[in-house]
């Protein structure tokens, strides 16, 4: 591959001598990046997203290895909270989101649903959201929070 000659120049004009290997190092780290989009889809560049860790420092889920069967439904769970302004007070909603191994559908592996029913008075409904990640299972339940008012 041919070195950029336009960088070799500005390097050499910055007084470095010809023989330093700073301007060689230089050229080939803007030659070997790697984009964020490239590191985001490729799982051996996510070590390179890491500052300061290395690869036996980050957190294994080692969890997933003790569901012996599917039907067992193992599930890691995550607890969020949201409170919801009606009229002049607050409703605190608990919401659970959960974490399946092996989900019924395999591409929506969480499962958001909140403690409490909205539009209990109408028709009762709990508010719930399916996704391929937390934050958007999370994010869908809260949706359904905020479209129907909490009649006690």
Same mark, same amino acid.
């Given at each position: ?6 960088? !070799? ?5 910055? @007084? ?14 803007? !030659?070997?990046?790697?984009?964020? !989009?490239?590191?985001?889809? $490729? ?49 605190? %909603? ?24 909205? @539009? ?19 994010? $869908? ?6 479209? %129907?008012?909490?009649?006690?």
């Amino acid at each position: 591959m041919p070195v950029n000659r336009g960088l !070799r120049r500005k390097v050499r004009s910055a @007084n470095f001598r010809s023989n330093s290997r700073l301007p060689t190092i230089l050229i080939r780290r803007i !030659r070997t990046k790697v984009s964020l !989009r490239q590191q985001l889809d $490729n799982p051996r560049h996510h070590s390179l997203l890491c500052v300061g860790s290395k690869e036996s420092d980050r957190p294994v889920n080692d969890w997933k290895y003790t569901q012996r069967d599917a039907a067992e439904e193992l599930a890691h769970v995550h607890y969020f909270t949201m409170k919801k302004k009606q009229g002049e007070e607050f409703v605190d %909603f608990l919401i659970t989101v959960r974490e399946y191994v092996t989900p019924k559908d395999p591409s929506m592996p969480f499962f958001a649903q909140a403690d409490k029913q909205t @539009n209990q008075r109408t028709a009762p409904y709990t508010p719930t959201g399916w996704g391929r990640s937390l934050s958007e299972a999370l994010s $869908n339940c809260m949706e359904a929070i905020r479209r %129907f008012s909490y009649e006690p």
